[in-house]
C-alpha cells in the first residue's frame, strides 16, 4: 500500500513559479511510474508529467515549462513549475503507477492569476 501527500499548491500571478512536492509513505521502487496530473472541474484528470527511471514524460502543454523529478532514497516526487498560466489552474495530483495499481494522492490547489 502507498499513501501519497501533496504539498506546495498555492496562488500565484500568471509569469510566476512552484514547485509541488509529493512525499509516498511505503515502499517505492524505481520501477514505479510516479507523475503528477491535474484536474479542472468538470473536465477529465489529464497527464501533466510522469518519470521512471531516467524517463520523462511531458504533456505538450507544459514542455518547457515545468520539470518533474524524483528521489527514490527520500520517496518524492516534485514537479516545477515555471511561467506559469493561466490555462495552468487546476487541482494537481501525485500519482505512482505499478503494474495495474494506481495511488492517489489528495491533490493540491493551483490557482494562476493572470
Known amino acids: 500500500q502507498v499513501q501519497l501527500v501533496e504539498s506546495g499548491g498555492g496562488s500565484v500571478q500568471a509569469g510566476g513559479s512552484l514547485r509541488l512536492s509529493c512525499a509516498a509513505s511505503?515502499?517505492?521502487?524505481?520501477?514505479?511510474?510516479m507523475g503528477w496530473y491535474r484536474q479542472v472541474p468538470g473536465k477529465q484528470r489529464e497527464l501533466v508529467a510522469t518519470i521512471t527511471g531516467g524517463t520523462t514524460n511531458y504533456a505538450d502543454s507544459v514542455k518547457g515549462r515545468f520539470t518533474i523529478s524524483r528521489d527514490n532514497a527520500k520517496n518524492t516526487v516534485t514537479l516545477q513549475m515555471n511561467s506559469l498560466k493561466s490555462e495552468d489552474t487546476a487541482i494537481y495530483y501525485c500519482?505512482?503507477?505499478?503494474?495495474?495499481?494506481?495511488?492517489w494522492g489528495q491533490g493540491t490547489q493551483v490557482t494562476v492569476s493572470s
Open positions: 511505503g515502499r517505492i521502487f524505481s520501477f514505479d511510474v
Open positions: 500519482n505512482v503507477l505499478r503494474g495495474v495499481f494506481a495511488y
